[in-house]
């Protein structure tokens, strides 16, 4: 969820420094003039090339089947058409498209030893991954409240859940992410860029594209900027309002028994939270002393691809349902195959 709050602050960071004079040897007349961008190589020689490309592939392929027997098992299993399962198939489906965003045209240009990606294809990746990650914070936000709702209102969780309800928060998240991505997509994409081609990342990114645009267009992401500070503040806010009162009644709770049940119900989703928290904040707000091309590439890569490939298995590790439900589909599986 942090990815939205650090990303809003590392672009007010982008507007209110100046860009170097060094800068303006690389100087282009407007975007126009740029066909393609050139993306951060993951490594200098071919070998190691190679060797990342492998990496990457075994993470892919990890995270594809991850959150596809995650998606599989809530589909398929009628005990988990439950809201907690409906907004955890969502925030699967959200993981594979996140990563499906960044890791195929790295491991593609390692693999034909290439930096290049167009300049639609570079849009089209900002969109994505903007769109897609904060849906994920909108997301995790609606899973706080169903928390809340289950452990805090247990008379009234089928009425405030109920499955039109569900449907329509999962809509309002996935909609909310659409339109903040589509306007600062748009918005990025509109300042003429001045100062070259090369994107200091693996993939395209806004803050990256901010740091070729012209100094003096910064300032028209500024109200986009408030916006989302505002929107990314509330919701935070309400996090921490849901779980502070989550605590309170797991306190009140009379058995030991009680309280550790209500207490782990709300661990995956706190891992997952944490995680995002812990990745995104270091990516996005480690002090500039800290920053290297190498260390930056490393983080970028820790944010982008270990939660979609450890959500599977933080939801999935003491979860007795999802097990038993894999458990049912692979038999039926082998079953009818027999």
């Not at 050139?38 to 990342?52: P, Y």
């Not at 409240?145 to 309800?165: M, Q, V």
Request: aromatic share 12%; hydrophobic share 50%.
């Amino acid at each position: 969820m942090w990815n939205a709050l650090s990303l809003t602050f590392l672009l007010l960071g982008q507007v209110l420094v100046p860009t170097g004079p060094g800068a303006q040897k690389y100087q282009m007349p407007n975007s126009s003039s740029i066909s393609e961008f050139l993306l951060l190589a993951l490594a200098d020689t071919r070998q190691l090339q190679l060797l990342h490309f492998w990496l990457l592939l075994g993470i892919y392929l990890a995270a594809l089947l991850g959150n596809g027997l995650i998606s599989t098992a809530v589909a398929c299993d009628h005990r988990l058409h439950t809201p907690m399962y409906f907004f955890l198939l969502n925030l699967a489906l959200l993981d594979l498209g996140c990563i499906s965003t960044t890791l195929p045209k790295a491991m593609a240009n390692a693999l034909w030893h290439t930096r290049a990606i167009s300049y639609a294809g570079c849009a089209a990746q900002v969109f994505f991954f903007l769109f897609l990650f904060s849906t994920e914070y909108y997301l995790l936000t609606i899973m706080s409240y169903d928390r809340y709702a289950a452990i805090c209102k247990p008379l009234h969780y089928g009425t405030l859940l109920g499955s039109r309800a569900c449907a329509t928060m999962a809509a309002a998240a996935w909609g909310a992410g659409v339109l903040n991505s589509l306007l600062h997509t748009a918005s990025t994409f509109s300042l003429p860029l001045c100062q070259g081609n090369a994107v200091d990342q693996f993939f395209c990114e806004i803050p990256q594209i901010l740091k070729l645009s012209c100094s003096q267009s910064y300032f028209k992401e500024i109200s986009l900027l408030v916006f989302s500070i505002t929107l990314v503040s509330g919701c935070f806010a309400f996090i921490l309002f849901s779980y502070v009162q989550i605590f309170r009644a797991v306190l009140r709770m009379p058995s030991e028994q009680g309280r550790h049940k209500a207490f782990s119900t709300c661990v995956p989703h706190l891992a997952v939270l944490s995680l995002f928290v812990s990745s995104s904040t270091f990516a996005y707000l480690k002090p500039p002393s800290l920053s290297s091309p190498s260390l930056d590439l490393v983080v970028a890569v820790l944010y982008t691809v270990v939660p979609p490939v450890m959500n599977p298995v933080i939801y999935s590790m003491r979860n007795q349902e999802i097990k038993q439900a894999l458990r049912t589909l692979f038999g039926e599986t082998l079953l009818w195959h027999h």
